[in-house]
C-alpha cells in the first residue's frame, strides 16, 4: 500500500497555500513557563549503549527545570535550518514533525495533575484537561500507575499534504525517532522507564484525539509507582478548541485502516522476538565506546542530518558502535549493511546479527551506489561509508505481533534511525535517514531475502566538517 516503484509514481502536485502548520495551536490553553530547562549531564555511550537506557543515579530529583531539559530534547527545537524553518532533537521526514508529544502528571508537588501537551515553538507544556489521570493512563499503557505518563501520537494531515499513503510510513517512523529522544532524555534525569508500544485504544479519548486526525502510536510510563491513581469514573471532558492545521485538511481511508488493524481495547503485552539465525564464519564486532566521551545533552543538542558524506572508510571499532547503538539484541528488525571500500571491513552485503554483533558477507560487492539510485536517485547516499539497510521478515512479523507488526517495526526502525544519528554525531560523523525509495530497488541492492519488507535506510560515515560538539 505504501510502496514506491519507480514507473509507476504520479507527479507530487504541493499544494503550498494549504500546507500545514507544524505546531498545535490552542486558542484557549495558554502554555505554562516551566524553569530553565537544565541540560542532560549523563555520559553519553553507556545511556545509548544500554536497552533501555538506564536511569542515571546522579540525577537530581525531577523539577521543574527537569522536565523542561526533559522535554526540550525529547521533542524540542534544537535550530533554526537555512529557510528560517525551526529544526527539532528528533529527525523528521521532509521536516514535517507530525509527532506529538503529551504526557499526564500526578503527585508532582511542582506541577498541576493533569493531562498536558509540549509546545516545542514555546519550549512549555500547555494543561489540556485537569485531574489525576495516572489510573486512566495505566489502563492505556500497561503496568502501575505511575507519575508520569508520556504518549506519542501523529497528526496524520502534516505528513499526509506532502506523501499521501505513504505518509503512514513517516508518521511512524517519526514517532521512534521521537521515542528514542523520550527514553534517552528520561534515563538521563534518573527516570525508569516502561516502554508500551500498542496503547490501549481507549487512549485516544483519554487525550481527547479526532480519531481521523491523530493517532495514538506508542507510550512510556516513568517515575514512582503511586497509591492514588484518581477516580475510577473520569469526569466528562470537552478537549479544548484546536485550530485547524490549515484550510483543508484532509485525511486518508488507507492509512486510518491501517493504523486500526488489530487495535485492542488493553494494551498489548511486551512481545517476545526470536532470537535470529547467525551464520558460521561471520566477522565479531567490539563496540568499545572511547573512555571520555561528551555528555548525552550535548550530542541530542547537535544531531542534525548530514548529507555531505566524504569518501572514507570506517574503523570496526566505529562500525561496531553505530550498529550497537541503533539496534537492540532482539526484535521485529531485520539488518543488511552495505559497506564501501577503503574500511577495516572489506567492502561488501553483510547481515548484521544484534545479539551475537556479528557481521556475515552476502554478497562482496560495493552495493551503495545501486542503493543510492533506488533511494530515487539521491547520490549522496552512494558516497556514505555505511548504509544500513532495516527491514522485517513479514511472516515472522505476523506470527509474532498479528496485525500489528507492521506498525511495531516501523516504530522500531524509526527508534534505531535516531540511535545512529546520535551515535554517529558522537563519533564526529553524519548520518541521514533516507525514507524516500523504490522498495523493490532497496530490496535487489540489499540482497534481502523474496518478500521482505524494506522499511528504513540510513546513511553514515565520516563528513566534511563534522558536527562539532
Ligand atoms: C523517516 C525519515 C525519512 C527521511 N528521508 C529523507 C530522504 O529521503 N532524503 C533526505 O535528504 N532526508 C531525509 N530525511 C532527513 C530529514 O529531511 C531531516 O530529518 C529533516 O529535514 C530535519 O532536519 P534535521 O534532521 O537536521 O533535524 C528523513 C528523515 C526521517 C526521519
Known amino acids: 500500500m505504501t510502496a514506491y516503484r519507480r514507473h509507476s509514481m504520479g507527479g507530487g502536485f504541493m499544494d503550498w497555500a494549504n500546507q500545514p502548520w507544524p505546531f498545535k495551536r490552542y486558542p484557549y490553553a495558554a502554555t505554562q513557563a516551566l524553569d530553565e530547562p537544565r541540560p542532560l549531564q549523563s555520559e553519553f555511550w553507556p545511556t545509548l549503549l544500554a536497552w533501555p537506557p538506564p536511569p542515571d543515579p546522579d540525577a537530581p530529583p525531577l523539577d521543574s527545570a527537569g522536565l523542561a531539559g526533559l522535554l526540550s530534547l525529547a521533542a524540542g527545537l534544537t535550530a533554526q535550518g537555512q529557510s528560517g524553518t525551526f529544526l527539532r532533537s528528533p ?16 503527585g508532582l508537588e511542582w506541577l498541576e495533575d493533569g493531562l498536558w501537551h509540549y509546545a516545542p515553538e514555546a519550549g512549555a507544556p500547555r494543561l489540556l484537561r485537569p485531574g489525576n489521570l495516572a489510573g486512566a493512563s495505566a489502563e492505556t499503557l500497561g503496568g502501575e ?29 517519526d514517532g521512534g525517532h521521537l521515542l528514542a529522544c523520550l527514553e534517552l532524555a528520561l ?14 485504544a481507549a487512549g485516544g479519548k483519554l487525550l481527547g484525539l479526532t480519531p481521523e486526525r491523530e493517532a495514538l502510536l506508542t507510550g512510556v510510563s516513568a517515575g514512582a509507582a503511586l497509591d ?3 477516580p475510577d469514573q473520569l469526569p466528562a471532558w470537552q478537549p479544548p478548541r484546536e485550530e485547524p492545521l490549515s484550510a483543508r485538511e484532509q485525511s486518508d481511508p488507507d492509512i486510518l485502516a491501517a493504523a486500526a488493524l488489530g487495535q485492542s481495547e488493553a494494551p498489548g503485552p511486551a512481545l517476545e522476538w526470536p532470537d535470529q539465525p547467525a551464520p558460521r564464519g561471520a566477522i565479531r564486532l567490539s563496540p568499545a565506546p572511547p573512555e571520555e566521551g ?5 550530542v541530542m543538542q547537535a544531531r542534525r542530518s548530514r548529507r555531505n558524506f566524504m569518501p572514507q572508510g570506517l574503523s570496526a571499532g566505529h562500525t561496531a558502535l553505530l550498529l550497537a547503538a541503533a539496534l537492540p539484541e532482539a526484535g521485529p528488525l531485520r539488518a543488511t549493511v552495505l559497506l564501501g571500500a577503503g574500511g577495516e571491513v572489506p567492502a561488501g552485503v553483510y547481515g548484521y ?75 564526529g560523523m553524519g548520518c541521514c535517514g533516507v525514507g524516500a525509495f523504490y522498495d523493490d530497488e532497496v530490496a535487489a541492492a540489499a540482497e534481502l531475502p523474496a518478500g521482505a519488507w524494506p522499511l528504513y535506510l540510513l546513511a553514515a560515515g565520516p563528513v566534511k566538517g563534522g558536527p562539532q560538539i
Not at 371 to 397: E, F, S
Open 228 to 230: 492514588h491513581s484518581g
Open 353 to 427: 546479527h544484534p545479539g551475537k554483533k556479528t557481521l556475515s558477507m552476502q554478497e562482496p560487492q560495493d552495493r551503495r551506489i545501486r542503493a543510492a539510485r533506488a533511494c530515487l536517485d539521491q547520490a549522496w547516499v552512494g558516497r556514505a561509508a555505511l548504509n544500513l539497510v532495516l527491514w522485517a521478515d513479514p511472516k515472522q512479523l505476523s506470527a509474532v505481533a498479528g496485525k500489528r507488526g507492521y506498525r511495531l517495526a516501523m516504530l522500531a526502525a524509526g527508534r534505531a534511525g535516531q540511535r545512529l544519528y546520535l551515535a554517529a554525531t558522537a563519533l
Open 91 to 106: 529527525a523528521s521526514a521532509g521536516g514535517l514533525y507530525p509527532a506529538e508529544l503529551y504526557f499526564s502528571a500526578s
Open 145 to 173: 500507575p505511575r507519575e508520569l505518563n508520556f504518549f506519542i501520537t501523529a497528526l496524520l494531515w502534516r505528513s499526509i499534504w506532502k506523501y499521501h499513503t505513504r505518509a503512514w510510513r513517516y508518521c511512524l517512523l
Open 187 to 200: 534515563a538521563a534525569c534518573g527516570l525508569e522507564q516502561r516502554l508500551c508500544l500498542d496503547p490501549a
Open 294 to 298: 561528551p555528555s548525552l545533552g550535548r
